[in-house]
C-alpha cells in the first residue's frame, strides 16, 4: 500500500514572519530631553515621533510583533540620538498616547547624557538608545533588509514586491537632504509611493502596514 500522501508542508518549519523596520529621521527633534518636550506644537513638532511610534508598534488592545523603530533625533548640540523600539522585546510603557510616548523618548534621551560617539545604552526592556547618525545606521540596516525611501515620486507600493526584511525611511517634515537619496541609491534603497497626497510619517506607517497585511 502506498504511504498516505503527506503536505510538505506539514513537516516545513514553520514561516519565519518578516522584521518590518521604520527609520524616522526627525532632523527637528531635540536631544535635549527638556527641550523636546517643551517643543511639542511648535517648530520642531517632536510630536510627530510619538505619533508614527504609535501607528508603528500599537493596534487595538495590543501591540504587533515583528516590528522595530528607530527614531534618529537630529537636533543636537554633539551627536544624534537613534532609539530603537523593538515590539517583541518592549514591555509595559505606560500607555500609547503622545504624552506617554514623548515620555519614554526624553527618558532614553537622558540615559544617553555624556555618551560618546557610536555608544549604546539600554533604557528599559526593548528599548535601546545609541549616539549614530541615520547615515550609518542605514549603512547597517542595508546588510540585512531592503531598504525602501518614503517618496511620493518612487514606484506604487502595490507594484513592489518584498523579499526578506523590508526597511522604511521616512522623514518629519524637514525633507531628506538630496545627496543622502544619492547614499541611499548606493545602499540599493528604493523609492515608493502610497498615492499624490502628501501625508504625515505616521499616516504613511498605517498605510505600510495595511498593505503588507494583505500579502
Ligand atoms: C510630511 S512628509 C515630509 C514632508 C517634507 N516637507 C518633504 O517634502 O518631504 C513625512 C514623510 O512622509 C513621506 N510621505 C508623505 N507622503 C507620502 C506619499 N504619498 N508617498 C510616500 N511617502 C510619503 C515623506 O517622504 C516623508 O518621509
Redesign the pocket.
Known amino acids: 500500500m502506498r504511504a498516505p500522501h503527506v503536505p510538505r508542508r506539514a513537516h516545513a518549519p514553520p514561516a519565519r514572519t518578516p522584521m518590518r523596520t521604520f527609520v524616522l529621521r526627525a532632523r527637528a527633534a531635540p536631544t535635549d530631553s527638556q527641550a523636546l518636550l517643551a517643543s511639542v506644537g511648535k517648530e520642531a513638532h517632536p510630536e510627530i515621533l510619538a505619533h508614527t511610534l504609535m501607528n508603528a508598534v500599537f493596534v487595538a488592545q495590543s501591540h504587533r510583533p515583528d516590528v522595530t523603530v528607530h527614531l534618529v533625533l537630529e537636533s543636537t548640540r554633539d551627536f544624534s540620538r537613534t532609539i530603537c523600539f523593538d515590539a517583541n522585546a518592549m514591555q509595559d510603557i505606560g500607555g500609547f498616547d503622545e504624552q506617554a510616548l514623548l515620555g519614554r523618548i526624553a527618558k532614553a534621551l537622558d540615559a544617553s547624557r555624556g555618551m560618546g560617539k557610536d555608544e549604546m545604552r539600554p533604557v528599559e526592556p526593548g528599548v535601546t538608545v545609541r549616539t549614530t547618525s541615520f547615515e550609518r545606521l542605514v549603512q547597517a540596516l542595508a546588510e540585512d533588509h531592503q531598504l525602501f525611501v ?3 515620486k ?1 514606484t506604487s507600493i502595490r507594484e513592489q514586491v518584498f523579499d526578506g526584511n523590508p526597511c522604511f525611511l ?7 537632504p538630496k545627496k543622502t537619496f544619492h547614499s541611499l541609491e548606493r545602499l540599493g534603497a528604493k523609492k ?10 505616521s499616516q ?1 506607517v498605517v498605510l505600510i502596514h495595511y498593505e503588507l497585511d494583505q500579502r
Request: glycine share 10%; net charge neutral; aromatic share 4%.
Open positions: 518614503m517618496d511620493r518612487g521616512l522623514t518629519d517634515h524637514i525633507p531628506m515608493i509611493a502610497l498615492g499624490p497626497r502628501m501625508l504625515f510619517a504613511c
